[in-house]
């Protein structure tokens, strides 16, 4: 093995036996031809956190250095990942998507399920949490009769849409076609 400086038998220094002189520790890139650069890498990552002291370990034990490497690349794939990840509470940035919904109007043919779907993907979008916020949005989504429906019965009652829940209920009770038995079976 080629070194840098030194040589691979590591001098003995007083009072410990076989502690590795730091300047005779550094590996050459050409020592190790059976890493990927990926790996390499992930091992002088290593030894900067380690110390100078771990390279003769890597450089002696060939079939140890991907496991060593690869183990390295992990933890800090891990570290990255739990320094990325958001509490509940926190919201990564403070702008929020701005995605379009169509208008559901309650027309023959229209598939009100597909657009709770993209209903409900904008308000996750729009970061809307509170319920009645979540309601407003949808009615402001609404055209045609399903609009007047929904205007009519917040006429009525204005407490009729008290949950973000209960107006979804209500709407695919009065817009969604009637499953008959057949339908329910197939």
């Known amino acids: ?27 050459v ?15 002088q990552r290593l030894s900067t956190v380690i110390g100078e002291a771990a390279r003769p370990f890597y450089a002696r034990y060939r079939r140890e250095q991907h496991g060593v490497a690869l183990g390295f690349i992990l933890s800090e794939q891990r570290e990255v990942a739990v320094a990325n990840t958001v509490s509940p509470g926190v919201t990564p940035r403070k702008e929020y998507l701005n995605l379009l ?21 904008a308000i996750m979008a729009r970061r809307i949490v509170d319920s009645l916020s979540k309601v407003a949005f949808t009615m402001s989504c609404l055209g045609g009769r399903a609009r007047s429906w929904a205007y009519g019965r917040r006429l009525s009652d204005p407490t009729c849409f008290s949950t973000y829940e209960s107006f979804k209920k209500e709407l695919k009770l009065a817009f969604e076609p009637p499953k008959n038995e057949f339908r329910s079976r197939a």
């Open 1 to 27: 093995m080629n070194y840098e400086h030194g040589k691979e038998n590591l001098p003995m220094d007083g009072m410990s036996v076989g502690s590795p002189n730091t300047a005779a520790t550094h590996v």
């Open 29 to 43: 890139r050409a020592d190790c031809p059976h890493l990927a650069d990926p790996e390499w890498e992930a091992l």
């Open 101 to 121: 919904v169509s208008n559901y109007e309650g027309k023959e043919g229209e598939t009100l399920l597909r657009w709770l779907v993209e209903l409900d993907t």
